[in-house]
Structure formats: C-alpha cells, structure tokens
C-alpha cells in the first residue's frame, strides 16, 4: 500500500506541474508579439524606430530602480515597496540641486559647462538616497527580520505612503519642473528618426553605473560578504561576516541607484511629482519579477523588455492598444509570466518541499 501511494505523488505532482514558456499556449503569444513588431516595422519603419528609442531609453531608467528591488530581494527576501518612493524623493532632491546649480542658464545652451553642476547633483542624490534607504531597514525592517513574511511586507507599503506624504508636504502636489539643461541635437540617426543627446545621457550615466555595481558585487570583499548573506545568513555570520551591516550596506547600495535613477529621470523628463515614484516603481518592479526577482542581470533584461513593451504599446500605429492600456498590458505580462514561469526569465527554480 505504501509503495503504490509512493508511486502515485509523482504521478500526481506531474500532473500539477506549473506550464512552462515552452508550453504551446505561450509560444503562440511570443509568436503573436513578434508577427506584430514585425508588421509594424514593415508599415511604418520611422514609428518602430522612434517607439525602440523611446522604449530602450525608459528601459534603462527602469533598469536602475529594479536593481534596487533584486538587491534587496536577493539579501532579505523582503520586497521594498518603498524603493519607488525613495527614487521619488531622490528625483525632487536632484531637482532642487540643479536648480539652484544652473540658474539663470538657458535649455541646451553651453551644457557641457554644466557637469560639475551634474556631478555634484548626482553625489547629493545618490548620499541621500542611501542614507535614507538605509536609515528605512534600520528603524522599520531590522526588528521584522524573523516576524512572519506579512508584517515586514505591510511594513514597507506603510513606508511607502509616509515617503510619499513626505514628498507632497515638501513639494506640494503639482508638477515639478526640472530645468532643461540637456542638449536635444541628433547624435546619429536610425531609419530616419534621430537618436538626440538627452537620449544618449540616460544611457552614458547608467551603463557605467551597472558596470560599477558588477565589479563591485562581484570583485570586492564587501560584494562577496552580500553575496554570503543572501545564500546563508547564519553561516555568513558564523564565518565572521557582519550581517548588520552587509545588510544596511545593501539597503544603501540600493537607495544610491535610485538616487541616480531620480536624477537621470528628472533631467530627461524634466518634471516630477509626489506620485512618480508610485507608477515608476511599480513597472520597475514589474520588470525585476519579468527578469527574476533577485537576479541582476535578471532585473536588467526585464526592464529593457518592459521598457520596449511600453514604448511599442504607447506608439505603434497598427493595431496597438494606445497608452490608455500600456499599464494594463505590463501588468498582464507580469500576471502570465507568473504563470508560466514564477521565478522569471533568468530566475531559478527552487525545489519544491514536499
């Protein structure tokens, strides 16, 4: 008797097993997907080619914000709700610096005598993101560490809406205008359409950021003890690792590159609000659950992905939704990439107990 129940439970496990990306029903999707693009850009090449710049440059931006989510995700398993609030408040504190540093300057006119002004924008917002991102684990998410999964998650939705009310008591709940300093020339042009200076700066300031985050998760002492306390905290500190501190380390690291995020948006777009951090980290996180949750390369990849999807959904003029829908589609890929593959593209499946 026992032996035929044992050989029922993986018969019956096969039978529940989760559909995959290679299941007929998601390769007649990705098929559907591709068979559009490609129509697209056979109709109207000069929209594809705008829509792939728009989409690319915003999948950068995105890219930033969703490290932050895996980099905490990888350490704590804890989703910080607050990360898009922290980008939020990082974007308004780069506003008031560039501000106050290119006042009386014209939009476009001699920008390149305005790097320090950048650079010095980008220090202060990338110190006060981290200092607060860090200063949020210690006072809301250190006591919560061994609490059930729900508190430290309520938790960080309450930090979400405090961050928030922050922003709106600082800046009021109108519009920031963010002074426009960044060049709009052509660099190059592709099928027609032209790839502008401001496009090129989101991708001249995250690149070499990424590459920096790398090198540093992969090559230093610091990367190596985060990478220890994400696979085994108790074994981590057991080897002389300080889990504290690797931790408010990684909560740092994170507000950093939301504070690069806030200031790379707030010169591209050139305003910003209270409630940008709301939707911006939403599909940031999106896309790190679309790459895998904790894997960075992973929160890259989906980024791009949803940063392409959102540009050809706003943009593409042959049957496309229009942008009242773009969020209901991103929103729907994270609902079927859930379903066919829980841990994302570059995630990996972890055993299931029983």
Request: hydrophobic share 55%; aromatic share 10%; net charge positive.
């Amino acid at each position: 008797m026992a032996s035929g129940v044992s050989t029922a439970v993986p018969v019956l496990r096969r039978a529940l097993r989760r559909p995959s990306l290679t299941t007929p029903l998601a390769v007649a999707l990705v098929g559907l997907v591709l068979f559009w693009l490609v129509e697209n850009l056979a109709r109207t090449p000069a929209d594809f080619y705008q829509n792939l710049i728009f989409g690319a440059t915003n999948g950068f931006l995105y890219g930033l914000i969703a490290i932050g989510y895996s980099l905490v995700y990888g350490i704590l398993e804890l989703i910080n709700f607050a990360h898009g609030d922290v980008f939020m408040l990082g974007s308004m504190m780069a506003t008031t610096i560039v501000g106050a540093t290119v006042l009386g300057l014209t939009a476009g006119r001699a920008w390149y005598v305005l790097w320090p002004g950048i650079m010095l924008a980008l220090l202060i917002a990338m110190v006060f993101c981290g200092t607060l991102n860090a200063s949020i684990e210690r006072v809301a998410y250190r006591r919560l560490r061994n609490a059930p999964r729900l508190a430290p998650l309520i938790t960080a939705i309450g930090m979400s809406f405090i961050l928030q009310n922050a922003g709106l008591i600082w800046k009021g709940a109108r519009p920031i205008s963010t002074v426009d300093i960044l060049p709009h020339g052509a660099l190059f042009t592709i099928g027609g359409v032209a790839y502008t200076w401001n496009e090129f700066f989101v991708l001249a300031v995250t690149l070499p950021v990424l590459a920096l985050l790398v090198w540093l998760v992969q090559r230093t002492r610091q990367g190596k003890a985060m990478r220890a306390t994400a696979q085994d905290r108790e074994a981590a500190a057991m080897m002389g690792i300080d889990v504290d501190r690797t931790i408010s380390f990684t909560f740092a690291l994170a507000g950093a590159l939301a504070g690069v995020a806030g200031l790379v948006y707030a010169l591209y777009n050139t305003n910003t609000s209270y409630l940008t951090g709301f939707r911006t980290g939403l599909i940031a996180f999106t896309a790190a659950v679309l790459g895998g949750i904790g894997n960075l390369p992973g929160a890259v990849l989906g980024a791009m992905l949803i940063g392409l999807l959102e540009g050809f959904s706003d943009g593409l003029p042959w049957h496309a939704l229009g942008s009242q829908w773009t969020e209901a589609v991103i929103f729907a890929v994270l609902i079927l990439i859930l379903v066919f593959r829980p841990e994302g593209l570059l995630g990996e499946r972890t055993p299931e107990g029983g």
